[in-house]
């Protein structure tokens, strides 16, 4: 299974972001995303679909239908500049996916 | 505190072995399925592969470019999970890190440990 995310998005500060993850018919699953800094670990922002975990500020939501999901990050504050990956579980394989991230930069 | 710990990386030649652990502390390891998951220097991540838990026989799966020379493992009594590599190759130089799976998804991740594989 296969995700496509765009390489690089850019906003300026107090915008909206849009980062998208392309799959086939990727809405049937659940979509998880991760943000990671440079030099640290990933760290999940967004689970199944729409849920944040705790601490993650409410500015990020997530969306997903048909064969798009999306990560909306609103208010866009210079510390939101990141990689950003999707992820999936491939329940034909039981293995997990990663899109191959996005690069956000606040201008 | 809830963490992950990774250990074991550093520089090996190749077709040389190598074996990674990764120590649990916080919270009850052996309730939850542990995966690992690499990163190539300068690249996005890349899924490596499981264990679940006793619970749900610790059956493991790994992707299919590391199918057959790596192998994950487990010992609850340590709160250790293990990633043994074998027949390593250079494209096998990334970060490795060890995260804590939930419902599919990672919710906990260590820092990392490098390996290198060089000549």
């Known amino acids: 299974y296969v995700l496509t995310q765009p390489p690089s998005v850019s906003v300026a500060p107090g915008q909206t972001a849009r980062i998208t993850c392309g799959g086939n018919n990727i809405g049937n699953k659940r979509v998880h995303w991760y943000q990671q800094k440079p030099g640290q670990a990933p760290v999940l922002v967004v689970y199944d679909d729409s849920d944040r975990p705790s601490g993650i500020p409410e500015r990020f939501s997530g969306s997903n239908s048909g064969n798009t999901a999306t990560l909306t990050i609103s208010r866009v504050e210079a510390g939101d500049e990141a990689d950003y990956y999707c992820q999936v579980w491939d329940s034909s394989s039981d293995h997990r996916v990663f899109g191959g991230g996005t690069k956000l930069t606040v201008l | 505190e809830i963490q992950l710990v990774e250990s074991g990386g550093g520089l090996v030649q190749p077709g040389r072995s190598l074996r990674l652990s990764c120590t649990a502390s916080?919270?009850?390891?052996?309730?939850?399925?542990m995966n690992w998951v690499r990163q190539a220097p300068g690249k996005g991540l890349e899924w490596v592969g499981f264990?679940?838990?006793?619970?749900?026989?610790?059956?493991?799966e790994c992707a299919a470019s590391v199918k057959g020379r790596f192998t994950i493992s487990r010992d609850d009594s340590k709160s250790i999970a293990y990633l043994q590599m074998n027949s390593l190759k250079t494209e096998d130089t990334a970060v490795y890190y060890c995260?804590?799976?939930?419902?599919?998804?990672?919710?906990?991740w260590g820092r990392g440990t490098l390996v290198t594989v060089s000549s």
């Open positions: 995260t804590r799976d939930i419902k599919w998804y990672f919710d906990l």
């Open positions: 916080g919270f009850t390891f052996g309730d939850y399925a």
């Open positions: 264990i679940k838990s006793r619970t749900y026989g610790g059956t493991t």
